[in-house]
Structures are given as C-alpha cells and as structure tokens.
C-alpha cells in the first residue's frame, strides 16, 4: 500500500479531489500555505494499493496543470534612499508537488 501526499494549488484542489473520488479513491484534503508567492495550497492525502498508483499519478498529473501568471514583486527605485515599487513578474504555478510513501500498516477504526 502506498500513501500519496499531493501537494496542489487551491485552484486545481476541488477539481482534482472530484476527480479522484470520481474514479473510487478516498482524499483526505488538508488547507495548507505556501511559502512561494504565499499562496494557498491543499494538501490531499491518498491511500492506495499499489497496482492503483499508476491510476492516481496519472489523475493528478493530468488534472494538476502548470500555468503562468503575472504577479508584482517589489523593485528597487531610487539611489541612497531606495524606495520599492511594485513591477509585475511573470511566474509559473500550479502543477503538483507529490510524495509517495510506503505504508507498513493501515488501520480504519
């Protein structure tokens, strides 16, 4: 048994969780932020047999998709007093961070 932590951005989370209850895997979904940009993330756990992980890989990477945005990062202005405006900067996000981890034991109580 495996266990799959996903690590998503919010936009990409509800639909990736639909996707996969669609298909009969169980999420655990956990609001998470991160660090980049100090955006929203989710965080699903999933726990799946091992001939299923194919299957879950294979949703999420299609369902979790890397976009570019534009957002604002803080430019220097100025000489000895340097002041900051803001200048927009074009990033990559979305996708998926992902972990698979081996599972000894599974207990549902």
Same mark, same amino acid.
């Given at each position: 048994?495996?266990?799959?932590?996903?690590?998503?951005?919010?936009?990409?989370?509800?639909?990736?969780?639909? *996707?996969? @209850?669609?298909?009969?895997?169980? =999420?655990?979904?956990?609001? #998470? !932020?991160?660090?980049?940009?100090?955006?929203?993330? +989710?965080?699903?756990?999933?726990?799946?047999?091992?001939?299923?992980?194919?299957?879950?890989?294979?949703?999420?990477?299609?369902?979790?998709?890397?976009?570019? *945005?534009? @957002?604002?990062?803080?430019?220097? =202005?100025?000489?000895?007093? #340097? !002041?900051?405006?803001?200048?927009?900067?074009?990033? +990559?996000?979305?996708?998926?961070?992902?972990?698979?981890?081996?599972?000894?034991?599974?207990?549902?109580?």
């Amino acid at each position: 048994m495996k266990l799959i932590i996903a690590i998503v951005q919010d936009d990409d989370a509800s639909r990736l969780v639909s *996707t996969m @209850t669609e298909h009969g895997f169980r =999420v655990t979904k956990l609001a #998470t !932020t991160g660090g980049f940009l100090r955006s929203g993330n +989710t965080t699903l756990l999933v726990g799946v047999e091992d001939a299923e992980l194919p299957k879950a890989m294979n949703l999420i990477e299609k369902t979790c998709k890397s976009r570019r *945005t534009v @957002t604002t990062a803080p430019a220097p =202005v100025g000489g000895i007093n #340097t !002041t900051y405006a803001p200048y927009p900067l074009e990033v +990559t996000v979305g996708g998926a961070t992902v972990f698979v981890l081996t599972v000894d034991s599974f207990v549902k109580l």
